[in-house]
């Protein structure tokens, strides 16, 4: 069970626009930014967005993310064939440790 | 380029020990604060340990703690991860992986994973 709740999976077609939900607590993302990564499969996982819609130099402007209150979301626009893949959210908890959101497989029609 | 080369994992029977290295270069290497995060077969990610740039600050999962310990040399480039009593549950690739410097969990660098098995 992950600290962060994400949907298990989500699914569209190519040019649509798709979003994924991290739910948390006041602890972690009410109280701390929200980061967003793209695992491939047996790659290792890559960021997508930091500080809760910040993109990293290289990463298309399809991906965007946003967060209010105690929940972030990502959003893909203009779904891509190569955007299949997991997604995980990820957030520090006022605990002291890290959390992660159980991960979303995007599945393209 | 930016580069984290793990090393160190293998085959290791419940109780037993492993020490994972991470070789850093292409970057400044005691100016970033970096993290073991892993990843069970078919399962998702979950953070181990994070030591910040001098190593004077350190923090665990409540499910390594104890049996886990973090520790860099930055005259090495070299960020390590001694790991005892090993259970069946720490089974997982774990990487290494590089903070921004901007937020904590944000990871714009991650080595590509050693594998680690734990059984009998």
């Known amino acids: 069970q992950s600290v962060l709740t994400q949907p298990p999976s989500a699914s569209g077609t190519p040019g649509q626009r798709v979003t994924i939900s991290c739910s948390g607590s006041s602890s972690n993302i009410g109280s701390n930014t929200v980061n967003w990564y793209q695992q491939l499969p047996g790659t290792a996982p890559k960021l997508l967005i930091y500080?809760?819609?910040q993109r990293p130099s290289g990463v298309p402007d399809r991906f965007s993310g946003s967060k209010s209150g105690t929940s972030a979301s990502l959003a893909i626009s203009g779904l891509q064939s190569e955007d299949e893949a997991h997604y995980y959210c990820a957030a520090w908890d006022d605990s002291l440790t890290g959390v992660f959101g159980g991960g979303t497989k995007l599945t393209v029609l | 380029e930016v580069q984290l080369v793990e090393s160190g994992g293998g085959l290791v029977q419940p109780g037993g020990s492993l020490r994972l290295s991470c070789a850093a270069s292409?970057?400044?290497?005691?100016?970033?604060?970096l993290s073991w995060v892993r990843q069970a077969p078919g399962k998702g990610l979950e953070w181990v340990s994070y030591i910040s740039s001098t190593g004077n600050t350190i923090f665990y999962a409540d499910s390594v703690k104890g049996r886990f310990t973090i520790s860099r040399d930055n005259a090495k480039n070299s960020l390590y991860l001694q790991m005892n009593s090993l259970r069946v549950e720490d089974t997982a690739v774990y990487y290494c992986?590089?903070?921004?410097?901007?937020?904590?969990?944000?990871?714009?660098?991650w080595g590509q994973g050693t594998l680690v098995t734990v059984s009998s």
């Open positions: 292409g970057f400044t290497f005691s100016g970033y604060e």
């Open positions: 500080f809760n819609n």
């Open positions: 992986a590089r903070e921004g410097g901007t937020t904590m969990l944000a990871f714009h660098y």
